[in-house]
């Protein structure tokens, strides 16, 4: 019995790898074999624990893996995307009891583990391409994995490394004014478009702090003083 219960457990984390893999599989069957180990009251220990332990190595693994292969936007796309087969994998097979902590592993694997990395590979470059889309992805992933004092940093970080750039910059001493000008229009029309926000609210009290600590220091230098 034992045997057969062993077996009928690898079979299922199989084919629910396979699936993830891109190819198709019987959900209806899943759905059956996993509702019988319910019944029988041995869905948590014997089904559950292995199938978290498999997804959290199968997530390390992709986590990395598109890390080095794909740029910010497409990771995050991707992460996206995980996240909803997961959820959806809760609806049609899985017992309702797995769906937090499978989410919690998926997210852990692809997001907490890369918060740095995404944020040093990309971030500048969404906020100076104005990739509204991206940057709003950002946050609402980022918001999933408490990760948000990362990202207003690197806001913080972007804003005066930006602004200092322009002040310091001899060859645009003329044109300092209109090009600090220009880049608070910028970072105007990414706060009033939303990006860092949740259901479109407004700017949170925390990105508000990490729009205004680098202006003074910006203006001083601009000033001299």
């Given at each position: 019995?034992?045997?057969?219960?062993?077996?009928?457990?690898?079979?299922?984390?199989?084919?629910?790898?396979?699936?993830?893999?891109?190819?198709?599989?019987?959900?209806?069957?899943?759905?059956?074999?996993?509702?019988?180990?319910?019944?029988?009251?041995?869905?948590?220990?014997?089904?559950?624990?292995?199938?978290?332990?498999?997804?959290?190595?199968?997530?390390?693994?992709?986590?990395?893996?598109?890390?080095?292969?794909?740029?910010?936007?497409?990771?995050?796309?991707?992460?996206?995307?995980?996240?909803?087969?997961?959820?959806?994998?809760?609806?049609?097979?899985?017992?309702?009891?797995?769906?937090?902590?499978?989410?919690?592993?998926?997210?852990?694997?692809?997001?907490?583990?890369?918060?740095?990395?995404?944020?040093?590979?990309?971030?500048?470059?969404?906020?100076?391409?104005?990739?509204?889309?991206?940057?709003?992805?950002?946050?609402?992933?980022?918001?999933?994995?408490?990760?948000?004092?990362?990202?207003?940093?690197?806001?913080?970080?972007y804003i005066r490394r930006t602004g200092q750039g322009m002040v310091m910059d001899e060859e645009k001493d003329k044109d300092?004014?209109?090009?600090?000008?220009?880049?608070?229009?910028?970072?105007?029309?990414?706060?009033?478009?939303?990006?860092?926000?949740?259901?479109?609210?407004?700017?949170?009290p925390l990105f508000k702090d990490a729009v205004l600590e680098p202006s003074p220091l910006i203006f001083r230098q601009e000033?001299?003083?």
């Open positions: 019995e034992a045997e057969v219960e062993h077996k009928t457990v690898f079979g299922l984390l199989k084919m629910i790898e396979s699936e993830r893999l891109g190819e198709a599989v019987d959900r209806t069957l899943l759905n059956h074999l996993l509702k019988m180990f319910t019944a029988l009251g041995v869905y948590s220990e014997s089904f559950e624990k292995p199938f978290l332990d498999r997804t959290s190595e199968f997530y390390a693994a992709e986590g990395v893996k598109y890390m080095q292969q794909s740029d910010v936007p497409d990771y995050l796309k991707h992460v996206e995307m995980r996240l909803h087969e997961e959820h959806e994998r809760c609806v049609l097979y899985l017992d309702a009891s797995t769906r937090k902590p499978l989410v919690a592993t998926a997210e852990r694997q692809l997001l907490e583990r890369h918060i740095s990395a995404i944020l040093d590979k990309g971030f500048m470059m969404l906020m100076d391409g104005n990739r509204i889309e991206d940057l709003q992805r950002m946050y609402l992933l980022f918001v999933r994995v408490n990760a948000l004092e990362s990202l207003r940093q690197a806001l913080s970080s300092m004014v209109s090009c600090l000008l220009e880049f608070k229009a910028s970072l105007d029309t990414i706060w009033g478009r939303k990006a860092f926000s949740k259901n479109g609210s407004i700017l949170p000033s001299g003083l």
